[in-house]
């Protein structure tokens, strides 16, 4: 006989499960209490390494339904929530989403949903950088300098790449000039790729 689960998640210490709770018994759901599971972390952490849902899927079992209020409890990411709703199935272990009408995400119309939902979130991706790029090349075509401003100014950037020639160590450089190791061999590349006047 199959049992049923709540999967509750708020993000910080301040926000309360209660309403989730709630929303899923007026949609008609009995949960016993000792079969709701309500957690405190972020929605960008993996399902499965959330210690609340890890314990909760290692309770479920065969024909066992799990219901959540809304996606973005089960994780903010599509992929996430895709694989999640996957391995679920793999169990036999039907996902319901009250905010989608219900609809189980193992079916074939859940399964739809899913995919419907992951390509709107690959689309909304793609116009993120198409703008993020566009608006790089505006202000690189406005003169602007992108990127974090240099650590070091051209002429010690030279006094560096002379220095290292002369044998001197990253460590001894970066100490000298206030700055990373790192800082140090980046000033190095990029003088050294300038090409000669």
Not at 33 to 50: C, D, H, K, L, N
Not at 93 to 105: F, Y
Not at 155 to 177: H, M, N, P, T, W
């Amino acid at each position: 006989m199959s049992r049923t689960f709540a999967y509750c998640r708020v993000s910080t210490v301040d926000q309360t499960s209660d309403n989730q709770i709630r929303e899923i018994i007026a949609a008609g759901f009995r949960i016993e209490p000792r079969r709701i599971t309500a957690e405190t972390v972020s929605g960008s952490v993996p399902a499965m390494q959330r210690n609340g849902f890890k314990k909760l899927v290692e309770r479920l079992d065969w024909d066992d339904v799990l219901i959540v209020t809304k996606l973005d409890r089960l994780g903010r990411n599509a992929m996430d929530v895709r694989s999640t709703v996957e391995l679920l199935a793999k169990e036999n272990v039907r996902v319901h989403c009250l905010a989608l009408g219900g609809v189980d995400l193992t079916s074939a119309a859940g399964k739809m949903t899913m995919a419907v939902i992951a390509a709107v979130a690959e689309f909304e991706r793609d116009l993120l950088v198409e703008r993020t790029q566009a608006g790089l090349h505006r202000a690189k075509a406005e003169g602007k300098m992108l990127g974090r401003p240099p650590t070091l100014t051209t002429e010690q950037q030279d006094e560096i790449v002379r220095r290292r020639l002369e044998g001197y160590s990253l460590g001894a450089l970066a100490k000298e000039f206030g700055v990373s190791r790192a800082a140090i061999q980046r000033a190095q590349k990029r003088v050294l790729a300038i090409p000669a006047p």
